[in-house]
T-cell receptor, first 115, second 115 residues
Framework: GAVVSQHPSRVICKSGTSVKIECRSLDFQATTMFWYRQFPKKSLMLMAT?????????EQGVEKDKFLINHASLTLSTLTVTSAHPEDSSFYIC???????????FGPGTRLTVT | AQKITQTQPGMFVQEKEAVTLDCTYD???????LFWYKQPSSGEMIFLIY??????QNATEGRYSLNFQKARKSANLVISASQLGDSAMYFCAMRGLGGYNKLIFGAGTRLAVHP
């Protein structure tokens, strides 16, 4: 099946710094990418949807200036957590979908810890 | 608006037995897709099975089958011949195939398979 990679898998950063997470579709062109956030023992919450070459569409309650999303190519999307705080510590999962497909492929996730 | 409900926070099953994980949904979209994902402790989201709202037959994939009852708006996952490796979180998800094409998730059910 299709593969989506995420990098890094784990990151620890200090409060106030910014962290960039990369999401790549390895063997297909992802016209749409999604970013989810998951707290421990909770479900996945959609943060934003990005279409290649367009600005991301953020879900209600998600700060677009804090969570910067770039989808510059059909195989790469990045999520930058700016001025991170301990409450931003979470598991971030990206997902990618090709133009004509019902399937949505997930990356392995990135565990962010802000100290 | 779309909503997915999983009412079983945890389920136990004996190895080699079958288990049903419940999922109900609500949507105003006339056309939609229903998904089940498995999330082991590693965090990766593993796609299990898909059911389209207009599919006449219930979807099956190996030991997984989806009991789709459209009138009741339910899409229960049946796992037959449970294995120890089936222990994980299971998420039901839905995506409208019209305008609202975001994949949203239920709260999840933690399945424990006992030897």
């Amino acid at each position: 099946g299709a593969v989506v990679s995420q990098h890094p898998s784990r990151v620890i950063c200090k409060s106030g710094t910014s962290v960039k997470i990369e999401c790549r579709s390895l063997d297909f062109q992802a016209t749409t990418m999604f970013w989810y956030r998951q707290f421990p023992k909770k479900s996945l919450m959609l943060m934003a949807t990005s279409n290649e070459g367009s600005k991301a569409t953020y879900e209600q309650g998600v700060e677009k200036d804090k969570f910067l999303i770039n989808h510059a190519s059909l195989t790469l999307s990045t999520l930058t957590v700016t001025s991170a705080h301990p409450e931003d510590s979470s598991f971030y999962i990206c997902s990618a979908r090709a133009r004509v497909s019902y399937e949505q492929y997930f990356g392995p996730g990135t565990r962010l810890t802000v100290t | 608006a779309q909503k997915i409900t999983q009412t079983q926070p945890g389920m136990f099953v004996q190895e080699k037995e079958a288990v049903t994980l419940d999922c109900t949904y609500d949507t105003s979209d006339p056309s939609y897709g229903l998904f089940w994902y498995k999330q082991p402790s590693s965090g990766e989201m593993i796609f299990l099975i898909y059911q389209g709202s207009y599919d006449q037959q219930n979807a099956t994939e190996g030991r997984y089958s989806l009991n789709f009852q459209k009138a009741r708006k339910s899409a229960n996952l049946v796992i037959s011949a449970s294995q120890l490796g089936d222990s994980a979180m299971y998420f039901c998800a839905m995506r409208g195939l019209g305008g609202y094409n975001k994949l949203i998730f239920g709260a999840g059910t933690r399945l424990a398979v006992h030897p």
